[in-house]
């Protein structure tokens, strides 16, 4: 007979959790001699459970990737784990063999990873390539596999499943291209799903829906998902537990309540509290005459065509016209393919516009050419969103803050006069002058591209996606130092980003980009509280951690 | 893809007339000319004899309408006359094109499967001693003179282990017919094509090899292995294909070049080619040949770029369907 404290127990164990499906246990993971540090991972431990979403939240270099990599057995060959378990069922994966740990991929668990753009081959079909988890396990026949792959493919809700299987990689969008990976990662129905930042890489919107099919194929499937991301929107969107992770170690683990509502580590709260608010302050409009005037901006991409076929075209900016007034930041926000981009490359003219008017100062910059435009151009600078390919790496710093004023006639020990002075001006010692850009991190260089685009002193300086490639707790800290430029040097700022939580934050007014026209422009408190155009409004609503950080204002 | 050769057609031609007008100008520009070089060898280099003989191959009329006449002559298919050998330009350059296809091709095909071969054995080993030693003696073979390891294998196949034939293309006079023909030109063919097949190896070797490394560090890769797929699957699906596309760019490119371009081993193995009918044309201001033979490897340059394209358009779905 049973007795009933047995029972109970039983009972309670069943409610409480169910067997994990993963245990990782102590783990430790060897970085190559020479690195930053000696270990990638640094005696980690938590649980997969099946059912729960647990999201690995950390900035670059914390290991979390490296967590991921060695579960799958994935890790590059110079990184080896020197310690600890990755218990999946009663086999620790890292005393297996080589075979049964290629057996286990992709049928006792599955990753996604980042860039969809890149994690598919180019030169193979869709459906072959969902086809050859099939083939790597010996399941199926050819026929078979095929049909799977678009059985497949119509569950993870890509349009038309049957021209998708036929299609090849380049023919799909970044959207599809993840569902194709996550179809291929279901294909065996696995107890595990490793997703390593799979909507980083993806617009807004998109990644609304990539999230909502992870968090439905999870739940359907009873699967336990680690999700390796950096944004906590996205963990308040879709994770049930959360580990923060910081040189190699967990910092923190909870419940997503309770890590996002009461942090209890100090890296933790600087993290939550790098993310930028997504409400617009109500600001005082300018009244200060317009510094730039943009009419009727129009520049048109033509691709493919030759003697026979005609080419393709696309607008990629329709009819634009905004003016900035001096000392204002105007925001562009849209999605990729929107034309925000090329509308800043047309105002610099590193692209030439097919008609409309770009007034710098009263001066029509749209057509100059020459030596006219050489001169003019420097009245208007850039600062670029990528901070390790905007810099020469074979020049000194130095040489790169000094190039454009010597090219504009200042002579040589005044303008390296002045990059010392610009350089901490950015926040960077002097002595950088003479280091090469490869010496500083991503915020650094960030910080060198700012005071290039400062060199010349310009009227206008337009940021594209400036801050998109930093760490979240860096990013902070750009936009804060180009708040602190603006003001002291009273710039006028062309903001584009993709970032509507960045945008909101630096932004006097935002004009929101569709299909290269301007679908909507006003005061940036204006299209955050009453935006007027239905895709502003789907925009604002795909911002993940919306509706948690919504309730936290009002609540 | 029909109307992608047919454009591509039309644009060698015209490209083709752009590069036989330019090749006429210089060959004029160039001091000497066939009639002073002929009076000179004939011992008679007066104005008179000289001026005779301009009259005769029509070099006293003003460039352009020289170029006029050379350029309608060749749209009705005629390269001209070698008057140094009393021959048409067309009948000596076809009788020896065979020849020098014959060797280029081989050596072409000796040296894309064995350095393809070879790259994807090093990328397969990269840091290892076997890595090393194919790169070393790929690029050894790329290093040294052509035309002392042409001698250095005569001297050793040819002389000392008299394996097989030192030069020429058959054995003369031997009679041989059908299958003892080819065999015995076969038996010619092996130093030259081998000779020229190991030197232009290491160039595929290379780009092999660093193309393979470049992509298998790719995301795709990465995938394929999450799949549980087996290593030699991946490497000959997902790494190899990929990794073939620069080198099918290279090996079109050098193809073309190729067929011009063998005159160093045509002359060591006495080769009767096009390499060596340029080289004797270029020593003789043989205007008409040379421009001839220019012509020809020009227009295999530009039907190998086309192969290549339509080639890299099989390859490629990104080409072939964007």
């Given at each position: 007979m049973h007795s009933i404290r047995a029972l109970r127990a039983r009972a309670s164990k069943g409610t409480m959790?169910?067997?994990?499906?993963a245990r990782i246990e102590h783990l430790k993971i060897a970085l190559p001699e020479g690195a930053d540090r000696a270990l990638a991972v640094d005696d980690v431990s938590f649980d997969l459970v099946p059912g729960e979403i647990l999201c690995i939240v950390g900035e670059s270099g914390s290991g979390k990737s490296m967590s991921a990599n060695a579960m799958m057995g994935l890790l590059p060959d110079l990184v080896r784990p020197v310690g600890g378990r990755i218990l999946v069922g009663d086999k620790d994966i890292l005393t297996l063999s080589d075979k049964e740990r290629r057996d286990m991929r992709g049928r006792a668990m599955a990753m996604i990873f980042q860039e969809p753009m890149s994690a598919l081959n180019p030169l193979m079909k869709v459906a072959d390539q969902i086809a050859e988890v099939y083939e790597a396990h010996g399941l199926l026949t050819p026929r078979e596999r095929k049909d799977r792959a678009v059985q497949l493919l119509t569950e993870v809700g890509i349009p038309e499943p049957e021209k998708a299987a036929r299609a090849y990689p380049f023919q799909l969008s970044g959207g599809q291209r993840q569902r194709v990976m996550i179809a291929m990662a279901l294909a065996l129905e696995p107890k595990i799903l490793i997703a390593d930042e799979?909507?980083?890489?993806?617009d807004v919107t998109t990644q609304a829906q990539i999230l909502d099919l992870i968090r439905h194929l999870q739940r359907e499937r009873d699967m336990a998902v680690m999700f390796i991301t950096h944004d906590f929107g996205v963990v308040a969107e879709i994770a049930d537990r959360v580990a923060v992770m910081q040189f190699g170690k967990i910092v923190e683990e909870g419940s997503v309540d309770d890590v996002l509502d009461h942090p209890q580590h100090d890296y933790t709260r600087k993290l939550i509290a790098a993310i930028p608010r997504l409400s617009a302050d109500r600001r005082a409009a300018i009244e200060k005459a317009p510094i730039l005037a943009v009419e009727g901006l129009n520049k048109t991409y033509h691709t493919g065509g030759s003697m026979f076929a005609k080419g393709r075209v696309v607008h990629a900016v329709n009819d634009v016209s905004f003016v900035l007034a001096d000392g204002e930041t105007l925001g562009i926000v849209g999605e990729s393919g929107s034309g925000k981009s090329s509308v800043g490359r047309c105002l610099v003219r590193l692209l030439d516009p097919d008609s409309g008017v770009v007034k710098l100062g009263g001066v029509d910059m749209a057509y100059m050419k020459g030596e006219e435009l050489r001169r003019e151009r420097k009245r208007i600078q850039m600062i670029f969103q990528d901070p390790y390919a905007s810099l020469n790496p074979r020049s000194r710093v130095g040489r790169i803050l000094s190039e454009g004023p010597m090219a504009h006639g200042k002579p040589k020990d005044e303008a390296y006069q002045r990059a010392s002075e610009l350089l901490e001006l950015v926040g960077l010692d002097a002595s950088a002058i003479d280091r090469y850009p490869h010496e500083f991190s991503g915020g650094q260089r960030q910080r060198i591209g700012i005071a290039r685009a400062l060199a010349l002193e310009p009227e206008v300086i337009i940021a594209d996606e400036a801050v998109s490639a930093l760490d979240v707790s860096i990013q902070a800290q750009v936009l804060d130092l180009l708040a602190d430029l603006k003001a002291r040097l009273n710039l006028a700022l062309v903001f584009i980003t993709h970032d509507l939580r960045v945008a909101a934050q630096v932004c006097d007014r935002i004009a929101v980009m569709q299909k290269g026209r301007i679908v909507e422009l006003g005061p940036a408190y204006d299209i955050f509280n009453d935006p007027r155009d239905a895709y502003t409004r789907s925009l604002i609503e795909a911002i993940p951690g919306r509706e948690k950080e919504l309730a936290a204002m009002t609540g | 893809m029909v109307r992608f050769i047919i454009s591509r057609l039309i644009k060698a031609a015209i490209l083709l007339l752009a590069i036989l007008t330019l090749n006429f100008l210089l060959i004029h520009a160039a001091p000497g000319d066939p009639a002073a070089v002929m009076a000179g060898e004939a011992g008679a280099a007066d104005e008179e004899f000289i001026r005779q003989l301009r009259e005769r191959f029509g070099l006293d009329k003003p460039l352009i309408t020289q170029l006029g006449i050379y350029l309608g002559g060749v749209l009705q298919g005629d390269l001209g006359f070698s008057y140094r050998q009393q021959v048409p330009v067309a009948d000596l350059i076809f009788d020896r094109l065979p020849a020098t296809l014959l060797l280029t091709m081989t050596a072409f095909v000796i040296a894309l499967t064995l350095g393809t071969l070879a790259g994807v054995l090093a990328s397969a080993r990269v840091g290892k001693w076997s890595d090393t030693f194919i790169s070393t003696a790929a690029l050894l073979f790329y290093a040294t003179p052509l035309f002392w390891v042409a001698l250095m294998a005569v001297l050793v196949?040819?002389?000392?282990?008299?394996?097989?034939?030192?030069?020429?293309?058959e054995t003369v006079g031997s009679g041989y017919t059908g299958f003892d023909r080819a065999l015995d030109v076969a038996r010619h063919l092996v130093l030259p094509a081998v000779t020229l097949g190991l030197f232009f190896m290491a160039v595929y070797m290379r780009m092999t090899r660093a193309s393979m490394l470049e992509v298998s560090q790719l995301d795709f890769v990465k995938t394929a292995r999450a799949k549980g797929l087996k290593n030699s699957i991946i490497q000959r699906r997902h790494i190899f294909r990929n990794a073939m596309l620069p080198v099918v760019t290279l090996a079109g490119l050098q193809a073309g070049q190729l067929v011009g371009g063998a005159v160093l081993t045509e002359t060591v193995f006495a080769w009767p080619g096009i390499g060596r009918l340029m080289f004797e044309a270029l020593q003789q201001r043989d205007y008409n040949l040379l421009l001839g033979v220019f012509f020809v490897s020009a227009a295999m340059v530009l039907l190998f770029n086309l192969i290549t394209d339509i080639l890299y358009r099989v390859v490629d779905p990104r080409i072939r369907v964007a």
């Open positions: 959790m169910a067997t994990p499906a799979p909507t980083t890489a993806l | 196949f040819s002389v000392h282990l008299n394996w097989l034939p030192a030069f020429g293309f």
